[in-house]
């Protein structure tokens, strides 16, 4: 069990896995790897229902819509994601609040190692323009929940102005994980966690 300056602190508030049948489930996997993979626009419920080897009405007795099963397939990337930082924490062994930073911003580099794709996260919210999409809340949150995280370690640690400090961590996160996908910037996670290694060094303490 972490203890206080070892774990994560803000409420994750993830809703509990959806119970799946069988077909649900091969529905949910083979969308979750052609929308990361291939895009959610250019992937139709068609080539879908083909990849879990059901029907178009299984999917949508399922799921109810394509844009439900978008929602779906982010609330299981979200989940796995913190799933990863949990274990990335308890690997790590963080003892402050700023190891704990860092060890936000270390787990990029193993995170995506296996996400060539770049943030699943980003990708959808560029391709879904609706403000009212039932996947937006996940993304939002997924976002706000970071932020959250950083000023709440920084306010742990003592460090001045923590909401402004969460801020620009936020930006050097969500930019590394864009540059390594648009960029081609390999080393981008690498260079992000020197960048916040530096910032929290120089950052005013009250």
């Known amino acids: ?15 509990e896995a959806a119970t799946l049948t ?13 929308f990361y993979e291939q895009g959610i626009r250019a992937v139709g419920v068609d080539t879908i229902a083909e990849a879990a080897d059901v029907t178009k009405k ?13 929602a779906a397939y982010l609330e299981r990337r979200n989940r796995v994601w913190h799933e990863f930082l949990d274990e990335q924490l308890t690997a790590r062994e963080p003892s ?4 704990v930073i860092l060890a936000l911003f270390a787990a990029l580099t193993d995170w995506v190692a296996s996400s060539r794709y770049g943030c ?32 709440a370690q920084a306010t742990l640690a003592g460090l001045t102005d923590p909401g402004e400090l ?10 590394a994980l864009v540059s390594f996908r648009v960029a081609a910037m390999e080393h981008a996670p690498e260079v992000a966690y020197r960048a916040a290694a530096d910032m929290l060094a120089g950052w005013p303490r009250v």
Do not use: C
């Not at 299984?58 to 978008?70: A, C, E, H, P, V």
């Not at 801020?167 to 930019?175: A, K, N, S």
């Open 166 to 175: 969460a801020d620009r961590l936020l930006l050097l996160h969500e930019g």
């Open 120 to 151: 699943g996260f980003i990708n959808a919210s560029v391709e879904l323009a609706a403000p009212d999409h039932p996947a937006l809340p996940v993304i939002v949150g997924q976002k706000q929940w970071m932020r959250a995280e950083f000023e």
């Open 58 to 70: 299984t999917l949508y007795d399922r799921f109810g819509s394509k844009d439900r099963l978008i």
């Open 96 to 99: 402050t609040p700023e190891e």
């Open 1 to 15: 069990m972490l203890d206080q300056q070892m774990r994560l602190l803000v409420d994750r508030r993830l809703p």
């Open 22 to 34: 069988p077909a649900g489930e091969r529905i949910l996997t083979a969308a979750s790897t052609l």
